[in-house]
């Protein structure tokens, strides 16, 4: 049975720093893409970021470029969303996904491509 576990959620002020950790069990993610959604209250869910199998590409959502970095450490089975500078427009579920296509070159924000799904982390970002 494969388990995404989100944590390092909670609630900061607009300028912080927060580490999100997305920890996998059931499956190695070494030759998976990983990717980060979050959903804001009334929103639908959206992409944020996404790391392919290696580390070696990375694609993020415009709001966050330059201020979240995706990574990953495949012997811990972990990946990780870095947010730096965070608004009040960050605040959201947070959730990690687990890329289907194996270890493509390619990085995703297709939703349509991740199979297995976190039950997401609580970022509020107060003014």
């Known amino acids: 049975q494969v388990q995404l576990v989100e944590s390092g959620g909670g609630l900061v002020q607009t300028g912080d720093s927060l580490r999100l950790s997305c920890a996998v069990s059931g499956r190695t993610i070494s030759t998976f893409g990983m990717g980060w959604f979050r959903r804001a209250p009334g929103k639908e869910r959206e992409f944020v970021a996404a790391i392919t199998w290696n580390g070696g590409r990375t694609l993020y959502e415009d709001s966050v470029k330059g201020r979240f970095t995706i990574d990953r450490d495949n012997v811990k089975n972990t990946v990780y969303l870095q947010m730096n500078n965070v608004k009040p427009e960050d605040t959201a579920v947070y959730y990690c996904?687990?890329?289907?296509?194996?270890?493509?070159?390619?990085?995703?924000?297709?939703?349509?491509?991740?199979?297995?799904w976190g039950q997401g982390t609580q970022v509020t970002v107060s003014s």
């Open positions: 996904a687990l890329d289907r296509r194996g270890p493509v070159a390619v990085p995703t924000s297709g939703s349509y491509e991740y199979d297995y």
